[in-house]
């Protein structure tokens, strides 16, 4: 037998030993993710258990250094680990804006203290962080951030205000651009910055949207104390790690549609709504439509996979990864729209039984969103134009 | 998917032949010589030599059997320098039709005459102005056919028509002899200049194949995933044309390529090409492995390149301006043969619809 075959055989049975049942049951809702954290309620005994049991293996971070509380797995071996989680329908066992994000700039940017001191945690869902970024002024400009860190000697005074900052209120900790030297150019007075949500001086309010209730806050600091090795990578050259975590959280973003339309084909679902006339969906417009968006999204399957194909033989993702959120986010979009066409009156109550509270029209709102968020769809085609294109700038 | 070794050197070897030997320089030629054959005779041939006529004729017939992603391949080059050649008509329909429908002794008489290019083939479906393969009323009847196609690639030169039909059963593919008596030949230059042909059939003699009605059935698939690559290669071309003249075409003192407008037009038009592209070598390679679902791959292909192909044509023209309404300006070709090829064989409509019924709704 092989290493790697070895190693599915000892996954397949620890698996088999560890996960409990209920952890094998279908995510219902957002409610049986697991967020982890100081406030996490577990939602059962056995959410609590398959955590732990993950953590203890260092699968909750399958990749990351054994060292730093991770699994120290080699690419081939997470993907056999994932594999095997998935034939079992096992769900993840914890994950948050710290595995995602600050794990990534942590090992890539942090100091050996630095990582010891927040990845452990991390990996055993002890603490929850979110992400400091956006600013009611630094939106798509976001270099242009007005949030303070001033040098009091032997720490900094943060002062400023954040928004955007998803489960800020849920959150333990924040990892957080503030401008370290006001005088420098935009990009280099940045610093990437950690500290406690429970520290004096942080206060949140959640942000209600269209579409409704929302994870995202407004964020806000008052003279808010923040050690002075806190600072990921070099004082002033946070720019550098933000952008580093861009790319990645833009390569999470477009694609597959989420919520009520995850692996539900459109067409079929207009005709339970519309109608059929000798076998054609009874809006013969509305059919045009879908089997266009349709035929765009099979073209963009296509790309993705050519794209993924490159990537896997080391010629890289780079700016395509502009193109793959900007043409995701824009078909999720008009997907969402078709889908409304097609649900029609019934698609808009609002407050009933029927549509669980609004979900679709919610649903429908929220995806507007999708071309603001991690870049808009004209600071992608920006990037599209320069770094793909070379067109000039004006 | 990703081209193999030998896919990608037949793509480098086609592309340097087609712009060696078939440039847009030699479509004009061929228009304002108003050439009798109305193709590249010098290019089919050289086509011939480097065993491309034969790209799809089984080996047993002296044929390469490349495939449908080696047609692509070759169509997407034909794509970018807008060659004239039989290639659709007679290497990718006709030998499409034959090697899957044809008899033992037809496909003995044309296959390698096919490959070693001393016959042309054309494939006749159409009868109105749209592409209606399903319903069709030219009649076959005691061994004779009778009525009207029109938009027959290559018809007025051809040494084989595959006549479409219906027996009052199915609709087949016939062999028709182009000089058996009772047939009248009309050649109709296009739009794009090239070879098409309105065809009256009277009672003129036909033969069956083994399966006429499959042999139709692969001939309008191949047809269409290959002129899917064909667009595929033209939309790039215009593309990257359009893209050089906003790096050069300074108005108001500077590029226009600076102006946010134009660049995020262009960055669209990129993203549509570089899908297409993606879609048809998918949509040929889903063929060549007889794919569940080839044959909805095939309709998104077409349909999306027909519709990517006319747009860069569009905006290869907007975006040129005035330049790019004067005939001596190559730009205005490539929206012409968009328009063509994206009719042919089934416009987007047709494709979104028969991609609909597909997928069940």
Known sequence: MSDLEQFRAETREWLQANCPEEMRQPVRGPEDHCWGGRKWQFQSDAQRVWMERMAEKGWTAPQWPQEYGGGGLTPEQAAILDEEMKRINARSPVSNFGFWMLGPALLKFGSDELKRKHLPPICRGEIRWCQGYSEPNAGSDLAS????????????????????????????????????????????????????????????RPIELISGESPFCETFFDDVKVEKDAVVGELNRGWDVAKYLLTHERNNIGGEPPGYLKGRALGPLAAEHVGTENGKLADSALRADIARLETDHMAFRALVAKV???????????????????????????????????????????????????MFASEWLRSKGNSIEGGTSEVMLGIVSKRVLGLPDA | MRLNDEQQMLQDSVARLMADKGPVSRLRELRDSRDEKGYDQPLWQAMVEA??????????????????????????????????????????????????????????????????????????????????????????????????????????????????ATDGQDIALYLVDPKASGVTIERTIMADSRNAARIHFDNVDAEPMADGAAALRAALRAGRAVLAAELAGLSREVFERTLGYLKERKQFGRLIGTFQALQHRAAQLMIDVTMTEALALQALDACDNNADNADAQVFAAKGKAARTALLAGQEGVQMHGGIGMTDEFDIGFFLKRARAGGETLGDANFCADRFATLGGY
Not at chain 2, 69 to 81: D, H, K, M, T, Y
Not at chain 2, 91 to 112: D, K, M, N, R
Not at chain 2, 136 to 156: A, C, M
Request: net charge negative; with cysteine.
């Open chain 1, 145 to 204: 951030l007005q949030t303070r860190a001033e040098d009091q000697g032997d720490h900094f005074l943060v002062n400023g205000q954040k928004i955007w900052t998803s489960y800020a209120d849920k959150a333990d900790w924040i990892f957080c651009l503030v401008r370290t030297d006001p005088n420098a150019t935009k990009h280099n007075g940045i610093s990437f910055v950690l500290f406690d949500m429970e520290t004096p001086g942080v206060t949140t």
């Open chain 1, 308 to 358: 993924r194909a490159e990537a896997e033989a080391g010629e890289g993702v780079g700016a395509l990864s502009a193109v793959l959120k900007y043409y995701g986010t824009e078909l999720n979009k008009r997907r969402y729209e078709l889908m409304m066409d097609a649900m029609g009156a019934e698609g808009l109550e609002w407050e009933s039984e029927r549509t669980q509270g609004g």
């Open chain 2, 51 to 164: 065993g491309l006529t034969g790209i799809l004729v089984p080996e047993e017939h002296g044929g390469i059997a490349f495939g449908l992603v080696g047609a692509g391949l070759v169509a997407q080059e034909i794509g970018r320098n807008l060659s004239v050649t039989p290639f659709l008509s007679t290497a990718v329909l006709g030998a499409t039709a034959l090697s899957t429908g044809a008899t033992a002794e037809q496909q003995s008489q044309w296959l390698p005459a096919i490959a070693e290019g001393t016959a042309l083939v054309a494939l006749a479906v159409d009868e109105g102005a749209k592409h209606r393969p399903d319903n069709l009323s030219t009649r076959y009847e005691g061994g004779k056919i009778s009525g009207d196609k029109l938009l027959v690639l290559d018809g007025h030169v051809a040494d084989l028509l595959l006549v479409a």
